[in-house]
């Protein structure tokens, strides 16, 4: 009776241990990406004011749904596909507000461009506040940006520039490197509208 009831149970745990897959070691198939800039400098633009200007760029928010690890992809207006291997090498708010600096700091070809929070002390003329309201690919091999920004007084405290970006880019290649790509250009093309904005700004305070 002991022999009938035990051989069974050897069997199944022999198939268990030799034939399970989730036994074996998987291969880790992470892939990890970053926005980058996406900008170089106009020798012909005017920066003229732009002198004693100090910006500080942020707080940048972000939505709920992006605030997370994996890419996603907007496959229909209501519903998105989360990517299960690729994800974001740091987090997405800090990539935005790093890479949006970065342009800035490009296009104006001011030193004075520092990412909130900035350290105690440091004077900070103007500030650009932004959030985001959508960004991310889409099925349809597009990379779309939404934002409202604002160019604030940090003296006065009042908004100088407020504005709603509607902003896309088309997915060059089917694969995760080019959306990444059209995203940055997005951002890109953020930055040269906020740019323009402090440049107005500058020039109306001389």
């Given at each position: 009776m002991r022999r009938s009831i035990t051989l069974p149970a050897l069997l199944t745990l022999s198939l268990l241990?030799?034939?399970?897959?989730?036994?074996?070691?998987?291969?880790?198939?992470?892939?990890?990406f970053t926005l980058t800039s996406q900008v170089e400098p106009d020798p012909s633009t005017k920066n003229s004011g732009l002198a004693e200007l100090?910006?500080?760029?942020?707080?940048?928010?972000?939505?709920?749904?992006?605030?997370r690890e994996e890419m996603v992809?907007?496959?229909?207006?209501?519903?998105?596909?989360?990517a299960q291997n690729d994800r974001w090498i740091e987090p997405v708010e800090e990539n935005l507000s790093r890479?949006?600096?970065?342009?800035?700091?490009?296009?104006?070809r001011i030193e004075r461009v520092v990412r909130h929070p900035w350290p105690n002390g440091r004077r900070i003329t103007h500030q650009v506040e932004v959030e985001i309201?959508?960004?991310?690919?889409?099925?349809?091999?597009?990379?779309q940006l939404t934002a409202r920004w604002t160019v604030v007084d940090v003296a006065t405290k009042q908004p100088l520039v407020?504005?709603?970006?509607?902003?896309?880019?088309p997915i060059q290649q089917e694969s995760?490197?080019?959306a990444v790509d059209a995203m940055s250009g997005t951002l890109a093309d953020?930055?040269?509208?906020?740019?323009d904005a402090v440049r107005a700004v500058a020039a109306q305070n001389k």
């Open positions: 241990l030799t034939g399970c897959p989730s036994f074996s070691p998987q291969p880790d198939r992470s892939r990890f100090s910006l500080g760029v942020g707080p940048v928010r972000i939505p709920g749904y992006l605030d992809t907007r496959v229909a207006q209501n519903r998105f596909e989360v890479v949006l600096a970065q342009n800035l700091y490009t296009l104006l309201i959508r960004f991310e690919p889409t099925s349809e091999r597009e990379a407020a504005r709603t970006s509607f902003l896309k880019r995760r490197e080019a953020l930055s040269r509208e906020i740019a």
